[in-house]
């Protein structure tokens, strides 16, 4: 199990799932979400992810079918659902607890990236994001 939570601890949560992925997203909306070069992801099944004072939690709908969800009281987006990706949940590494002992696997949408920035890793670099199926 992984912990995480946002930053005052109003909102907690569990992951008792597998994790399918972590990433490094570089879209302009990832930037302006977290107001950062980009935003470090860890995707896990929504089977398996809990969370604890769901009642502070307000979500936003960012993009068509796409809810980003913060914590009411501190501001801090904790995770994302995304219609298109059903069964999965989009977790802000920035708000884990634990060591997921897993490292970022891939940067996506570096045709956008932040002009100042230098991706300076050897981890796969994608200019779009993760193919839908």
């Known amino acids: ?12 949560y569990e992951i008792h799932g597998k994790l399918l992925m ?7 909306d990832c930037r302006k979400m977290t107001g950062s ?13 809990k969370v604890v ?3 502070n939690l307000v979500p936003y709908q ?15 987006h904790v995770f994302s659902r995304a219609d298109h990706r059903p069964g999965m949940i989009f977790v802000r590494a920035g708000s884990l607890d634990d060591d997921p ?10 045709s956008m990236k932040a002009p100042w920035h230098e991706i300076c890793d050897s981890i796969p670099q ?8």
């Not at 199990?1 to 907690?12: E, F, L, T």
């Open 37 to 49: 070069t980009f935003s470090s992801v860890l995707v896990t099944e929504s089977d398996g992810f």
């Open 62 to 76: 960012s993009s068509p079918g796409k809810q980003r969800c913060f914590c009411k009281t501190c501001g801090c």
């Open 1 to 12: 199990m992984i912990k995480g939570s946002c930053y005052c601890g109003a909102v907690r």
């Open 101 to 110: 002992q897993i490292k970022p696997q891939h940067h996506f949408w570096t």
């Open 53 to 55: 004072g769901e009642e």
């Open 126 to 133: 994608h200019p779009e994001g993760l193919p839908r199926k």
């Open 22 to 28: 972590f990433a490094n997203c570089h879209c302009p």
